[in-house]
């Protein structure tokens, strides 16, 4: 097992002001370079990119740039409303924990707003990169093996654009638009409010993708050889196809086996079948628009 | 030489297990028996996920995997429920392997009981339905789905748990394990694809009176709007009217997210047209 942790306490870098960004690089070596591997990143500020390519070890870039304190209380914000959401969410259940006190901040300066902290860590070709409650923004740059699998939780901050990849994506941000070139896929995606892009140069037959987004457009590209089936479930945006199949309803207005209970569709599912059809691909947006286009 | 003997060598050569050349003395068996080579290029067109080119099987063929699933699901069976022990085939154990926690494997597995599925519903439509084997198939199927879909639906990967749940469509729910995984992801899972899909399931399903009371809490303490919306979708259209006003109550009380709050405005009005 491989592990690097980097902590940067950036009161002790006098030379460095705190807008000021550092560069580090690493190349990481895999337990086995011949087996496929895989890369799952978990950050809270910051971008990531991942490129795949033929090389066998994990280069990897990191820019750290420390917040500003305005970022940092936005930040703070949003961290404040998840941890709202989390518990809306599952105040129905009793967890037994008591309700946390209040406590006076005068006189006290927060130290945290100054250190970063990012873990790189390697076992059995599964590396992982974190680096959640940091106060600077990560830009990551990664090179992996074409054929790796690729997991990535952005929770605030930029984009995540992924290319040249042959293994299954995951991919889930906030407030990041989603970018991925040059995919087979599977691949799971969402996002909040941004939009998801997708360049398909083949579709994995293994098992099916799907890009959500709530409010975000989604712009897909097919290959001219891609088979699948594309599945659009949006509500209020539009959809606008380049394909030379139709998109038609998948669902309609059911009737029960004595036709006293109808099912009626507001926001409908349609599907197109392409080159014959083949796995699933799902496009699901509330209010964005999707387009899919052939290459 | 026996049958058995080359589609266990054809299914570990395609397995990976193994990569022995196929012997003068197999090459000669099945020359002499076409049936056997019939099998063996379905048995690698489903492998191969290409149900579009497998040829129709024969009665013998559907007759061996009726017997290849019987063999299945006992081994897979829990041991208090085991009824009658039977010998275990090569190719069974092989199967019961691929049941096993290794995504390759269980990928395989899946590629089998989906073809299978495949293959029975073109019987249906080909065979007349007087034949007792064919709904016995059937269930047997039905039966191995939902073993597979609770192992895809426990995968940590959001794509092999959205294969889990379109296995689960396959079957009617009434699998009580089944039942409570999907309800168990419903309520937690981290990726809306999955969640969506999993009320779609729902929605198809003469299931659902069992699971309303579940469903309305979650629908009614749900922080996700999309899937809160096809929550509300489904059971005000699906469940039964004690359900649709026992959540219209409760929604009533709530402050909903303008755009769900406008989504059941919607069916409401549509429902009423």
């Not at chain 1, 006189?107 to 974190?130: H, P, W």
Request: include cysteine.
């Amino acid at each position: 097992m491989t592990k690097f942790t980097l902590a940067l306490l950036l009161l002790l870098a006098p030379g460095m002001s705190l807008a000021q960004s550092v560069e580090k690089k690493y190349s990481l070596e895999l337990t086995d370079p011949n087996q496929p591997m895989s890369l799952e990143v978990e950050m809270r500020n910051g971008s990531v990119s991942v490129e795949g390519y033929s090389g066998k070890n994990v280069e990897i870039t990191a820019t750290i740039t420390p917040l500003s304190q305005k970022e940092l209380e936005a930040d703070e914000n949003i961290h404040r409303r998840h941890k709202q959401n989390i518990k809306q969410r599952y105040k129905s259940k009793d967890h037994g924990e008591p309700e946390k006190k209040t406590r006076s901040k005068t006189g006290l300066k927060s130290v945290r707003n100054a250190t970063m902290n990012l873990e790189i860590e390697e076992s059995d070709n599964e590396v992982e990169i974190s680096s959640e409650f940091s106060t600077s923004r990560i830009d990551l740059v990664v090179k992996v093996p074409s054929t790796s699998a690729l997991e990535v939780e952005l929770y605030k901050g930029g984009d995540v654009i992924v290319s040249n990849l042959s293994g299954p994506i995951e991919i889930e941000t906030w407030q990041g638009d989603i970018v991925a070139r040059q995919i087979s896929g599977p691949i799971v995606a969402e996002t909040h409010s941004r939009t998801i892009e997708v360049e398909f140069a083949s579709l994995s037959k293994e098992n099916p993708s799907s890009l959500t987004t709530y409010s975000g457009d989604i712009d897909i590209t097919l290959g001219n050889k891609l088979a699948a089936k594309v599945n659009v479930q949006n509500y209020q945006g539009e959809i606008l196809s380049g394909l030379d199949e139709e998109f038609v309803t998948t669902e309609s207005v059911k009737r029960n086996k004595k036709g006293n209970k109808q099912e009626i569709v507001v926001g409908g599912q349609v599907s197109a079948v392409v080159n014959g059809g083949g796995q699933e691909l799902s496009l699901i947006t509330y209010s964005g628009d999707v387009y899919v286009r052939k290459q | 030489m026996k049958q058995q003997d080359v589609i266990d060598w054809k299914v570990a050569q395609l397995s990976g297990h193994q990569n022995v050349p196929m012997s003068t003395e197999m090459a000669e068996f099945i020359a002499q028996n076409p049936m056997v080579e019939k099998e063996l290029a379905f048995i690698e067109s489903f492998w191969k996920h290409e149900p579009e080119n497998l040829p129709q099987p024969s009665s013998q063929m559907r007759q061996n995997f009726y017997s290849m699933l019987d063999e299945a699901k006992a081994q897979i069976q829990p041991d208090d429920v085991k009824t009658e022990a039977k010998p275990r085939l090569k190719f069974i154990g092989i199967l019961s392997g691929w049941l096993a926690p290794n995504p390759v494997a269980q990928f395989s597995s899946l590629a089998i009981v989906f073809v299978l599925g495949m293959s029975i519903s073109r019987f249906d439509v080909d065979s007349a339905p007087t034949q007792p084997g064919l709904a016995k198939l059937e269930q047997e199927v039905s039966s191995l789905s939902s073993l597979v879909a609770i192992s895809m639906l426990q995968k940590p990967s959001a794509s092999e748990r959205l294969t889990g749940v379109a296995y689960s469509s396959q079957t009617d729910l009434s699998d009580p394990n089944l039942s409570a995984t999907l309800i168990g992801l419903l309520e937690n899972d981290k990726s809306t694809a999955v969640r969506l899909a999993i009320i779609n399931t729902m929605r198809e399903s003469s299931r659902l009176a069992d699971k309303e009371q579940s469903l309305i809490e979650l629908a009614v303490n749900e922080s996700n709007p999309l899937v809160q919306m096809e929550l509300c979708r489904l059971l005000l259209i699906n469940g039964t009217s004690e359900t649709q006003r026992t959540l219209l109550e409760q929604l009533k009380s709530m402050t909903l997210h303008d755009d769900v709050a406008d989504f059941i405005r919607e069916i409401q009005s549509t429902s009423r047209a």
